[in-house]
């Protein structure tokens, strides 16, 4: 930590001492250090004690400090950058470059004098800017014939349960647990005029007491949902125009706020709770989630199915009979 003010310094003279006593170690071949670790402490005295001289007698510097000398800074932003990408060890140049554009977008605000909850507000405004035409477009050309099976309708049940089991432990809200999770077995709902649904029988079978049981709000919010990206999927004017947006998340709770709501759609009320949690954005988002997973993995495999891979489908099929032939 004592600065290092000329080439003759003490301190400059003890680390290649150190360096040599350290190279005599060595040659003796008493047990000691590996040879990496000698021969990268001998490149550190000796580099710290050159490097300073240098910088004194060469460049004018006025003092040294020798601590400044090292790595761990760059450990460090190695660190974050890992941290930001999901903890992982093994990160890609993308979140690389992803991860430092959020480092610097963090630092400036030490320097900004903005809070948090104000870019957050101004971001969030952007955002609903840009979303706003693509969302009414979308919103307009949304039909009202896409009703779901009596089997899609017990799965968006389940998964619905789900979410609403995700939500109340995540925030902990008892007023939310009440708004999202039903305490009696929920009577069999007519979606429409034609076609009434008991969706509670799959749910049933497979419940051993370990599945929460939605809501007819939960439920019915997760079914408009479902409604609203079968639709736009189903569409390949409106895929486009959503695949080709950015935020799809955010995009997909606008088109919701607009559609559900109009003459065609029932509407889904009491979106808060009483501790003002916005109980139908996290539905949605929730179940955009699973969607869109869903909706990724059909894209990929109708991709691979076109991809002209029979050759090595072939080879490895040869491979298995002789395999089991021998």
Request: hydrophobic share 40%; proline share 3%; with cysteine.
């Amino acid at each position: 930590m004592d600065p290092v003010r000329s080439s003759a310094d003490w301190k400059l003279q003890f680390l290649r001492e150190f360096a040599a006593f350290l190279e005599r170690w060595q040659q003796s071949g008493q047990p000691g250090l590996t040879r990496e670790t000698f021969l990268a402490m001998r490149q550190t005295c000796l580099s710290l004690a050159d490097c300073a001289s240098y910088l004194l007698d060469m460049l004018g510097f006025s003092y040294v400090l020798l601590g400044h000398l090292q790595s761990d800074p760059i450990e460090a932003r190695f660190g974050w950058l890992r941290q930001l990408s999901g903890a992982n060890y093994l990160i890609s140049m993308k979140q690389v470059l992803d991860s430092d554009r959020k480092i610097r977008a963090v630092s400036l605000l030490k320097f900004s004098g903005l809070s948090l909850q104000e870019i957050d507000e101004a971001v969030t405004t952007t955002k609903a800017t840009a979303e706003d035409p693509v969302a009414d477009n979308i919103a307009e050309a949304l039909t009202d014939d896409h009703w779901p099976s009596s089997n899609d309708t017990a799965i968006v049940y389940y998964v619905s349960g789900a979410i609403a089991r995700s939500i109340v432990r995540c925030n902990k809200c008892d007023h939310c647990r009440e708004v999202l999770i039903a305490n009696d077995e929920l009577q069999p709902i007519e979606l429409d005029q034609s076609m009434p649904y008991s969706v509670t029988t799959f749910f049933d079978d497979i419940n051993r007491g370990g599945l929460t049981r939605p809501s007819e709000y939960t439920f019915m919010t997760a079914v408009q949902c479902w409604r609203i990206f079968s639709m736009i999927k189903s569409s390949a004017t409106l895929s486009s125009q959503f695949l080709s947006a950015t935020e799809h998340r955010s995009l997909f709770s606008a088109i919701v706020d607009r559609a559900v709501g109009n003459d065609q759609t029932p509407l889904v009320e009491d979106n808060y709770c009483f501790n003002g949690h916005d109980v139908k954005l996290m539905i949605v988002k929730r179940l955009f989630n699973c969607l869109a997973k869903n909706l990724v993995r059909e894209l990929s495999n109708s991709t691979t199915q076109h991809q002209p891979d029979q050759t090595s489908r072939k080879r490895k099929i040869a491979k298995l009979i002789s395999a089991t032939t021998q």
